[in-house]
């Protein structure tokens, strides 16, 4: 590990803070020093990255990852991956995720019990490349609602796509047996999902004395719980029990509004509002017609959606960026997308939109002491963007325009140096 000085670059600390021109030094795995450009830094034997005016920022963060999604435009489809190609898949996607400049990532449920826990585990060793990495379980579910996929012809049927349980003792059962692999984050599934048309969004499947018995356990152990939760009764369940995560939030009423205002400074929300669009707009090809999607309900979410999480913006409850990218029609690494529909549909301003991927990421990894922002004594988790992402979210995006990646001080997508006179240039 060799010391980097980044000079002549554009830092977008990730705060808040307007841009300025100036350079950072990196030593070993953190950030030691942020000049501006009126007093640059001496190389002092450091390897010297002339940015030419590139933007340099934190890594981002994808609250809402999914590893093991294999492009696939079903649930059955996911689940249909052998478990020996499924390990190679979710490896290669970690390493994906990394050089597009997720150099943090919270697992929202894996496909098959181990997998989060196994990519984790293998990122942290150095075995394989990936991001900063928060291991989820699958989805814990009750009979006939979302996660209730079965698969009988399989050579291995008892991997469902995620964990059926009935009544609290059955749910102590499995989150037991998750913690026991390791995983960062129990995750359960509360409301119904117009994915699966015999429990749709506006539903809510799990009785409170399941949900108290599953909290109960990951608690005292010091882990988190997070939901998917789309209904508004769903996601006041998630805050009445303690959920730190919630996923989509749909449909919120004044009521859901209200407590997660009161919570906002210990839950955060990761709507994946990319996947309703997608839906809607550009699934046909896999065999969702516009007039389909309407049929189950997705232009009702769509329009749901918009309302409340524009609502939550506006009373200061952290919104996320990443959810349910690595079906067939919201391909993987075209994550930054959300930052864009953030601004596009909810309210945010380009600043906030980075903010939520950059300062809100450090916090939700729980690591808000050293991850998120380009500030002296915090990990060098960082990426250098060819351009202006405040005039323009869609470069980051866009895999020529990530210049370099650096994680832990190394890096995972190294700097062209011939190339380094067209850096800079406009959005």
């Avoid at 769903?234 to 919630?246: C, E, F, N, P, T």
């Avoid at 309210?347 to 906030?352: A, C, D």
Wanted: with cysteine.
């Amino acid at each position: 590990m060799t010391d980097t000085l980044f000079t002549n670059v554009r830092v977008l600390d990730g705060t808040g803070t307007n841009p300025y021109t100036g350079s950072v030094l990196v030593q070993g795995n953190r950030i030691r020093q942020v000049g501006r450009s009126t007093a640059p830094i001496s190389p002092s034997g450091a390897t010297v990255i002339d940015g030419a005016g590139a933007t340099l920022m934190p890594g981002m963060c994808e609250a809402h990852t999914h590893f093991s999604w294999n492009d696939a435009a079903s649930l059955a489809g996911i689940q249909a991956m052998p478990l020996e190609e499924h390990v190679l898949w979710c490896a290669k996607v970690a390493k994906r995720y990394l050089e597009a400049g997720f150099t943090s990532c919270v697992g929202a449920a894996c496909a098959k019990p181990r997998l989060d826990v196994v990519i984790r585990n293998a990122i942290n060793a150095g075995q394989i490349p990936g991001p900063r990495y928060l291991a989820a379980s699958q989805e814990i579910t009750v009979l006939g609602a979302l996660g209730d996929e079965t698969l009988p012809h399989l050579p291995f049927p008892e991997f469902s796509f995620g964990v059926n349980i009935n009544g609290p003792e059955e749910m102590r059962k499995a989150v037991r047996m998750f913690l026991k692999y390791g995983v960062d984050s129990v995750k359960l599934n509360l409301s119904g999902d117009n994915f699966t048309p015999q429990s749709p969004a506006e539903t809510t499947w799990m009785a409170d004395d399941e949900v108290a018995a599953a909290m109960r356990e990951v608690k005292i152990r010091g882990k988190r719980g997070i939901a998917h939760a789309r209904s508004s009764e769903s996601v006041k369940q998630a805050l009445r029990h303690g959920i730190d995560l919630i996923y989509h939030a749909s449909f919120v009423d004044n009521e859901a509004l209200d407590m997660l205002e009161a919570a906002k400074d210990r839950i955060f929300v990761a709507p994946g509002i990319a996947i309703l669009y997608a839906l809607l707009n550009e699934s046909e090809a896999f065999g969702v017609t516009r007039d389909m999607a309407i049929e189950l309900g997705y232009q009702i979410e769509w329009d749901a959606a918009l309302e409340s999480l524009s609502k939550m913006h506006k009373r200061g409850i952290r919104v996320l960026p990443g959810g349910d990218y690595g079906f067939a029609f919201t391909p993987h690494c075209q994550n930054a997308r959300d930052l864009e529909f953030f601004v596009k549909y909810l309210g945010f301003t380009p600043m906030e939109a980075i903010r939520s991927t950059t300062l809100y990421g450090g916090q939700i990894m729980m690591r808000a002491h050293e991850l998120g922002v380009v500030k002296e004594g915090f990990l060098a988790d960082l990426m250098l963007v060819d351009g202006d992402p405040l005039a323009n979210l869609a470069i980051l995006r866009d895999p020529k325009r990530i210049l370099a990646v650096m994680k832990d001080g190394v890096f995972a997508k190294a700097p062209a140096i011939a190339s380094q006179r067209a850096w800079g240039r406009a959005a």
